[in-house]
């Protein structure tokens, strides 16, 4: 049998001494690396929340930056000036004055405000000496043109670095007209980084690491160069360059970066870096690496003194223990040996040979007994200190009456107060009476309660008060009775802060979106789970309650005329790759029809599998009513250009660009849509008279004499043309022509009946001086014919629509651009001039649709008169929607005819029935079928209006004949007669019924 080994007593201690020392000396090196770490965490992490903090505080700045232009941008007083200048009508000291007065108080983070005009010349500024530079060049200038930006300039105004916000001024059809520019010193941007933007906002912020000495934010430019001050180098804007990982990172991948480097001095820092890829810039975050772990070295330092203090009293423990105890136990063992021995009846076994085992011998049962009692609380209170000293929450323990009679370390840090201060207090000597209420009701209900409970309770801060969620349960005695209540709490403020900032970001996004008619949907296509933003259920007309329909119930709202092309699309976009954009019509479960424009990504997996889609959808109902009227209203203008034989042109003599409208190509004799220039035009004129014509043009343009010239053209199939043409120049402030605006009027037919006449008159003369007793009845009726000749020419000849045009618009353009300037008498003599032009106007637009009716010729087809009277009550009912008139049109009417003077007559018909009821609070206006005459259709047109006397009926269809006066019922006394005349040339009647004040019938068959 193999002999135990047996180690002597001083043996053992030396063993015991290494076995007790090399744990401590473990646990000391794991301690202040895990510290080292969670400083280096929470260092790195405060940076970053700084960094973020900041970055928020530049975003919004810039936003409001540019919302701010944007408004300045939409002034109509801004964009009157603008125009005026632009015409050469204004100066720019007036806008200058408004700018300085009126726009640069509102944004005191200007420091200059210019207006640019198109061509890029400075037109107004709140700096008289920036007024006139050429700035045509300049990047903000040129991204201002295309829409709001914000531009970094090196060298501004003063000579020193800045911010330029521009923005588009449009005028009120959507052209572009000039450039409003905000300029913000770069300098601003370190009060962004130094808190005083925070404290202008009175915004609430991070400041974790206000305290440390070498902590500066800077901003980078895309150049690598600082535009922003440095802490430790002065003269850094524009000169300091910062080659650092975290800028690399961000101008190269857009990527942020925290963590330890060098910095732009080349010493190691904690850094964190944030992206601004809109502007190339990176905001940096540091502070010097020594000074961030500093707490670090501190902890290090601690721990080493306590470590070596440990060692050297354990070390004396064991010196003592080896000189003292050990040779006392030797002799105890021999004393007990002895006992043993003795007559003492002392039996107790040998376990060892050694001193210990003599004593263990001896004392056996109690020794060990004690100390494994001894050991096991030891054990227990170990675990229990380490969780008291190293736990973030705060833990505490108050007995029946509230005393405190225990806090862990956490809770002394954050309340400054030591745990031997606080025993015996309650926390009504700690804490506001209002809180230590609330906390005393919340131990009670612990108390009462065999389960823990847990609370949302608030506690004081130095920056505030704090979030907290207690656990407290009560602690029993042996026997099972309550003697004391116990508490956890945790610290959750940073979660209520974020849940709190989520929740306004979310409701920005849901206002934004209800603004702009824009709702947001993401679809999970494996679940067929759909989000909904709360304004794609408003374009719906649908509730948020709704929002467990699947994605396909979503396909019973569109218009079934569109269902197939959307859902073709859709599909062409998850399983094509195709790209979803697509506008369709929606029927809303609440309101009318919808047309709406949606688009859509689709998000595949590795196999190409389609996951999820996510898109846009917007009401754009209004903008397409509206793009529909401007298309009805070009084509009005292009029919009444055709009809008058009048078109326009609009000459930009900078870039050379010639617009001509529809009805120039038919009067010159070229084919539509081909590129016309100045020199196409020249070409277009004869020959003998082109040299003429260029030289009126020269005049006008560098002269400033009035253009108004006739001369003939040539077109492709030989046919030769007169032409009358007038335009009028506007010139910038040199004097120097910009753009060319005028009509040209064919007045062939015209010039044929003069020289006619001209003719005419001369054969007659010679024939009446030839044959004058034999040809006096001949000469009367020559005579009566040159009268209707004359009478004709004479109305022709004086076509004064284009002047009364240019009348109207000047006048109109005195209205709208000088209202502020004109006293009330002033404006009434413009709108008088602008009635009696617009009555002279329609005077010879009759007479000339009078005259039209008569020569023009007739295409016979089937006409729905139905379909045409409802499209004429539409377009009446627009002219004045507030009027409450019913229109009563019989289904099926037709008739064959020429369907454009049938037209005519209908407008006619309808517009003065229109016109008669306008002093009726109730207006009815009925078209019927009203029975036959000899096999002809006899149509009735009936309204409940003013109605006439049928002692006048016979007057009713002469040229010029009216019942009443123009000031109670406008009019020039042609629109029956051109009915009449409309009605006879189709082989028909028209007579009419009235009686005063109770209306009238007008009967008329085809």
């Given at each position: 049998?193999?002999?135990?080994?047996?180690?002597?007593?001083?043996?053992?201690?030396?063993?015991?001494?290494?076995?007790?020392?090399?744990?401590?000396?473990?646990?000391?090196?794991?301690?202040?690396?895990?510290?080292?770490?969670?400083?280096?965490?929470?260092?790195?992490?405060?940076?970053?929340?700084?960094?973020?903090?900041?970055?928020?505080?530049?975003?919004?700045?810039?936003?409001?930056?540019?919302?701010?232009?944007?408004?300045?941008?939409?002034?109509?007083?801004?964009?009157?000036?603008?125009?005026?200048?632009?015409?050469?009508?204004?100066?720019?000291?007036?806008?200058?004055?408004?700018?300085?007065?009126?726009?640069?108080?509102?944004?005191?983070?200007?420091?200059?405000?210019?207006?640019?005009?198109?061509?890029?010349?400075?037109?107004?500024?709140?700096?008289?000496?920036?007024?006139?530079?050429?700035?045509?060049?300049?990047?903000?200038?040129?991204?201002?043109?295309?829409?709001?930006?914000?531009?970094?300039?090196?060298?501004?105004?003063?000579?020193?670095?800045?911010?330029?916000?521009?923005?588009?001024?449009?005028?009120?059809?959507?052209?572009?007209?000039?450039?409003?520019?905000?300029?913000?010193?770069?300098?601003?941007?370190?009060?962004?980084?130094?808190?005083?933007?925070?404290?202008?906002?009175?915004?609430?912020?991070?400041?974790?690491?206000?305290?440390?000495?070498?902590?500066?934010?800077?901003?980078?430019?895309?150049?690598?160069?600082?535009?922003?001050?440095?802490?430790?180098?002065?003269?850094?804007?524009?000169?300091?360059?910062?080659?650092?990982?975290?800028?690399?990172?961000?101008?190269?991948?857009?990527?942020?970066?925290?963590?330890?480097?060098?910095?732009?001095?080349?010493?190691?820092?904690?850094?964190?870096?944030?992206?601004?890829?809109?502007?190339?810039?990176?905001?940096?975050?540091?502070?010097?690496?020594?000074?961030?772990?500093?707490?670090?070295?501190?902890?290090?330092?601690?721990?080493?003194?306590?470590?070596?203090?440990?060692?050297?009293?354990?070390?004396?423990?064991?010196?003592?223990?080896?000189?003292?105890?050990?040779?006392?136990?030797?002799?105890?063992?021999?004393?007990?040996?002895?006992?043993?021995?003795?007559?003492?009846?002392?039996?107790?076994?040998?376990?060892?040979?050694?001193?210990?085992?003599?004593?263990?011998?001896?004392?056996?049962?109690?020794?060990?007994?004690?100390?494994?009692?001894?050991?096991?609380?030891?054990?227990?209170?170990?675990?229990?200190?380490?969780?008291?000293?190293?736990?973030?929450?705060?833990?505490?323990?108050?007995?029946?009456?509230?005393?405190?009679?225990?806090?862990?370390?956490?809770?002394?840090?954050?309340?400054?107060?030591?745990?031997?201060?606080?025993?015996?207090?309650?926390?009504?000597?700690?804490?506001?009476?209002?809180?230590?209420?609330?906390?005393?009701?919340?131990?009670?209900?612990?108390?009462?309660?065999?389960?823990?409970?847990?609370?949302?309770?608030?506690?004081?801060?130095?920056?505030?008060?704090?979030?907290?969620?207690?656990?407290?349960?009560?602690?029993?005695?042996?026997?099972?009775?309550?003697?004391?209540?116990?508490?956890?709490?945790?610290?959750?403020?940073?979660?209520?802060?974020?849940?709190?900032?989520?929740?306004?970001?979310?409701?920005?996004?849901?206002?934004?979106?209800?603004?702009?008619?824009?709702?947001?949907?993401?679809?999970?296509?494996?679940?067929?789970?759909?989000?909904?933003?709360?304004?794609?259920?408003?374009?719906?007309?649908?509730?948020?309650?709704?929002?467990?329909?699947?994605?396909?119930?979503?396909?019973?709202?569109?218009?079934?005329?569109?269902?197939?092309?959307?859902?073709?699309?859709?599909?062409?976009?998850?399983?094509?790759?195709?790209?979803?954009?697509?506008?369709?019509?929606?029927?809303?479960?609440?309101?009318?029809?919808?047309?709406?424009?949606?688009?859509?990504?689709?998000?595949?997996?590795?196999?190409?599998?389609?996951?999820?889609?996510?898109?846009?959808?917007?009401?754009?109902?209004?903008?397409?009513?509206?793009?529909?009227?401007?298309?009805?209203?070009?084509?009005?203008?292009?029919?009444?250009?055709?009809?008058?034989?009048?078109?326009?042109?609009?000459?930009?003599?900078?870039?050379?660009?010639?617009?001509?409208?529809?009805?120039?190509?038919?009067?010159?004799?070229?084919?539509?849509?081909?590129?016309?220039?100045?020199?196409?035009?020249?070409?277009?004129?004869?020959?003998?008279?082109?040299?003429?014509?260029?030289?009126?043009?020269?005049?006008?343009?560098?002269?400033?004499?009035?253009?108004?010239?006739?001369?003939?053209?040539?077109?492709?199939?030989?046919?030769?043309?007169?032409?009358?043409?007038?335009?009028?120049?506007?010139?910038?402030?040199?004097?120097?022509?910009?753009?060319?605006?005028?009509?040209?009027?064919?007045?062939?037919?015209?010039?044929?009946?003069?020289?006619?006449?001209?003719?005419?008159?001369?054969?007659?003369?010679?024939?009446?001086t030839e044959r004058t007793a034999e040809l006096k009845q001949a000469v009367g009726e020559l005579e009566a014919a040159n009268?209707?000749?004359?009478?004709?020419?004479?109305?022709?000849?004086?076509?004064?629509?284009?002047?009364?045009?240019?009348?109207?618009?000047?006048?109109?353009?005195?209205?709208?651009?000088?209202?502020?300037?004109?006293?009330?008498?002033?404006?009434?003599?413009?709108?008088?001039?602008?009635?009696?032009?617009?009555?002279?106007?329609?005077?010879?637009?009759?007479?000339?649709?009078?005259?039209?009716?008569?020569?023009?010729?007739?295409?016979?087809?089937?006409?729905?008169?139905?379909?045409?009277?409802?499209?004429?009550?539409?377009?009446?009912?627009?002219?004045?929607?507030?009027?409450?008139?019913?229109?009563?049109i019989e289904g099926g009417l037709s008739a064959t005819g020429d369907k454009r003077l049938l037209r005519i007559a209908l407008?006619?018909?309808?517009?003065?029935?229109?016109?008669?009821?306008?002093?009726?609070?109730?207006?009815?206006?009925?078209?019927?079928?009203?029975?036959?005459?000899?096999?002809?259709?006899?149509?009735?047109?009936?309204?409940?209006?003013?109605?006439?006397?049928?002692?006048?009926?016979?007057?009713?269809?002469?040229?010029?004949?009216?019942?009443?006066?123009?000031?109670?019922?406008?009019?020039?006394?042609?629109?029956?007669?051109?009915?009449?005349?409309?009605?006879?040339?189709?082989?028909?009647?028209?007579?009419?019924?009235?009686?005063?004040?109770?209306?009238?019938?007008?009967?008329?068959?085809?």
């Amino acid at each position: 049998m193999m002999k135990k080994i047996r180690f002597s007593l001083t043996v053992k201690s030396i063993l015991a001494f290494l076995a007790v020392l090399l744990p401590i000396i473990v646990i000391f090196f794991l301690t202040y690396k895990s510290n080292r770490g969670h400083v280096e965490r929470l260092v790195l992490d405060n940076l970053k929340a700084n960094a973020e903090d900041h970055e928020g505080n530049m975003l919004l700045f810039m936003e409001m930056a540019r919302n701010r232009i944007e408004d300045f941008a939409s002034d109509g007083h801004i964009r009157g000036d603008i125009e005026r200048i632009n015409a050469g009508k204004a100066s720019g000291d007036e806008l200058s004055r408004y700018l300085f007065e009126q726009k640069l108080p509102l944004e005191k983070n200007f420091y200059r405000l210019s207006v640019i005009s198109i061509e890029g010349k400075v037109a107004a500024s709140t700096v008289d000496a920036t007024i006139g530079t050429d700035e045509g060049g300049e990047e903000f200038f040129l991204r201002g043109v295309q829409g709001p930006a914000i531009t970094e300039r090196y060298r501004g105004y003063m000579g020193e670095p800045e911010l330029a916000v521009s923005s588009p001024v449009t005028s009120l059809d959507g052209r572009r007209i000039g450039v409003l520019a905000g300029f913000v010193p770069l300098s601003r941007l370190g009060d962004l980084l130094t808190g005083e933007f925070r404290k202008e906002l009175e915004a609430v912020t991070l400041d974790k690491l206000k305290a440390h000495e070498t902590m500066e934010a800077y901003l980078v430019n895309r150049d690598k160069l600082m535009i922003t001050e440095s802490l430790f180098t002065k003269g850094a804007v524009l000169n300091q360059r910062v080659d650092t990982p975290p800028v690399n990172s961000c101008l190269s991948e857009r990527r942020e970066v925290t963590g330890f480097y060098k910095d732009y001095r080349g010493v190691e820092v904690a850094g964190s870096a944030t992206c601004l890829p809109a502007l190339g810039w990176t905001l940096v975050v540091e502070i010097d690496k020594d000074e961030a772990l500093k707490p670090v070295s501190e902890i290090g330092q601690y721990a080493i003194v306590t470590m070596v203090a440990t060692i050297a009293l354990i070390s004396a423990l064991f010196v003592f223990f080896l000189r003292f105890v050990i040779r006392q136990l030797k002799e105890l063992a021999l004393a007990s040996r002895a006992i043993a021995a003795g007559d003492y009846d002392i039996s107790l076994p040998v376990r060892t040979s050694d001193e210990i085992g003599v004593l263990t011998e001896s004392f056996n049962a109690m020794a060990w007994g004690i100390k494994e009692r001894t050991l096991a609380l030891m054990d227990t209170e170990e675990r229990l200190r380490g969780i008291l000293d190293n736990t973030s929450n705060i833990i505490y323990l108050k007995d029946l009456d509230g005393r405190y009679l225990l806090i862990n370390p956490r809770y002394e840090e954050l309340f400054h107060i030591k745990k031997e201060e606080i025993s015996g207090k309650t926390d009504f000597d700690i804490f506001p009476a209002g809180l230590a209420e609330k906390f005393r009701a919340n131990d009670l209900m612990a108390l009462e309660s065999e389960a823990p409970v847990e609370f949302e309770e608030l506690a004081p801060h130095e920056d505030g008060l704090h979030t907290y969620i207690s656990v407290k349960f009560r602690i029993k005695d042996p026997k099972g009775v309550p003697y004391a209540v116990a508490g956890i709490s945790t610290d959750i403020t940073e979660r209520k802060r974020a849940e709190e900032a989520l929740r306004k970001s979310e409701a920005r996004l849901a206002n934004a979106q209800r603004i702009a008619h824009i709702g947001n949907w993401e679809w999970d296509i494996q679940k067929d789970e759909v989000f909904r933003s709360d304004e794609v259920y408003r374009i719906f007309g649908l509730k948020t309650l709704d929002s467990d329909l699947p994605f396909g119930a979503f396909f019973n709202y569109i218009h079934p005329d569109d269902r197939e092309r959307v859902k073709n699309a859709i599909d062409d976009a998850l399983y094509h790759g195709a790209e979803y954009y697509i506008d369709f019509r929606i029927i809303p479960a609440v309101g009318g029809e919808k047309i709406v424009h949606s688009q859509a990504e689709a998000v595949f997996d590795e196999k190409g599998k389609p996951l999820t889609m996510s898109g846009i959808i917007q009401d754009i109902t209004e903008r397409k009513l509206a793009e529909e009227e401007l298309k009805k209203s070009e084509e009005r203008l292009a029919y009444a250009q055709k009809t008058a034989h009048i078109g326009n042109y609009a000459w930009d003599i900078i870039k050379k660009d010639l617009f001509w409208s529809e009805e120039l190509y038919r009067i010159h004799g070229l084919p539509e849509g081909i590129p016309v220039t100045f020199d196409t035009f020249a070409n277009a004129i004869q020959k003998d008279d082109r040299k003429r014509v260029l030289q009126a043009i020269d005049d006008a343009l560098y002269h400033r004499r009035q253009y108004s010239i006739d001369y003939r053209t040539v077109a492709s199939d030989g046919l030769i043309k007169i032409i009358h043409a007038e335009g009028e120049v506007f010139f910038d402030n040199d004097g120097k022509p910009l753009k060319m605006t005028g009509t040209c009027q064919d007045i062939t037919e015209l010039k044929r009946a003069e020289e006619e006449i001209r003719k005419l008159n001369e054969e007659l003369e010679k024939r009446v001086t030839e044959r004058t007793a034999e040809l006096k009845q001949a000469v009367g009726e020559l005579e009566a014919a040159n009268r209707e000749l004359e009478t004709f020419s004479y109305s022709v000849a004086h076509d004064l629509r284009a002047p009364l045009r240019i009348v109207d618009g000047f006048s109109k353009v005195l209205l709208e651009d000088y209202d502020d300037k004109l006293d009330k008498e002033g404006r009434d003599h413009l709108r008088r001039v602008r009635s009696a032009s617009s009555r002279m106007g329609q005077l010879i637009d009759d007479l000339l649709n009078l005259s039209h009716v008569m020569r023009a010729g007739m295409t016979a087809e089937r006409v729905d008169l139905t379909q045409m009277a409802k499209a004429i009550a539409a377009d009446l009912r627009k002219l004045q929607p507030e009027r409450n008139v019913e229109f009563i049109i019989e289904g099926g009417l037709s008739a064959t005819g020429d369907k454009r003077l049938l037209r005519i007559a209908l407008e006619n018909l309808l517009g003065n029935a229109w016109k008669f009821t306008s002093r009726k609070d109730y207006g009815r206006i009925e078209l019927r079928r009203a029975g036959e005459e000899e096999g002809k259709t006899i149509y009735s047109v009936m309204d409940n209006g003013a109605g006439f006397d049928m002692k006048y009926a016979e007057r009713l269809f002469g040229p010029f004949q009216r019942l009443h006066s123009a000031d109670e019922f406008p009019g020039t006394g042609i629109g029956l007669a051109t009915v009449a005349r409309i009605v006879h040339r189709h082989g028909g009647r028209i007579w009419a019924e009235g009686e005063p004040g109770k209306g009238a019938v007008f009967y008329f068959t085809l």
